[in-house]
């Protein structure tokens, strides 16, 4: 049973840092592109990054590169995303995603990944 268990989200205020986990289980990673999708108030879901467990392919959205960092933990079968100059903007629920191709955890082709249960970010003074 496919399991993606994300944590570390919060309140933060403008120009800070946050980084969020998901921790993966009931699949096999190295077949796996695993990331991050957000959803604010009234806006799409749309993917922010992910990285393809097998060779460390990365993908960020335009939104994120340069500030946004996702990297993995073999060990401990878990992804993180290091989210550091946080804008008001960054505002959103983000979800833990997993599929085989990262062009779907990335948001840009159809389909549905594993997702799991989101977690709050909020950026504000």
């Known amino acids: 049973q496919v399991q993606l268990v994300e944590s570390g989200g919060g309140l933060v205020q403008p120009g800070g840092s946050l980084r969020l986990s998901c921790a993966a289980s009931?699949?096999?990673?190295?077949?796996?592109?695993i990331g991050w999708f957000r959803q604010a108030p009234g806006k799409e879901r749309e993917g922010v990054s992910c990285i393809y467990w097998g060779d460390g392919s990365t993908y960020y959205a335009d939104s994120v590169k340069g500030r946004f960092t996702i990297s993995t933990d073999n060990a401990k079968n878990t992804v993180y995303l290091q989210m550091n100059s946080l804008k008001p903007e960054d505002t959103a629920v983000y979800y833990c995603?997993?599929?085989?191709?990262?062009?779907?955890?990335?948001?840009?082709?159809?389909?549905?990944?594993?997702w799991g249960q989101g977690t709050q970010v909020t950026v504000s003074s």
């Open positions: 009931g699949f096999t990673l190295d077949d796996y592109a």
């Open positions: 995603a997993a599929d085989r191709d990262l062009g779907v955890v990335a948001g840009i082709t159809p389909g549905v990944p594993y």
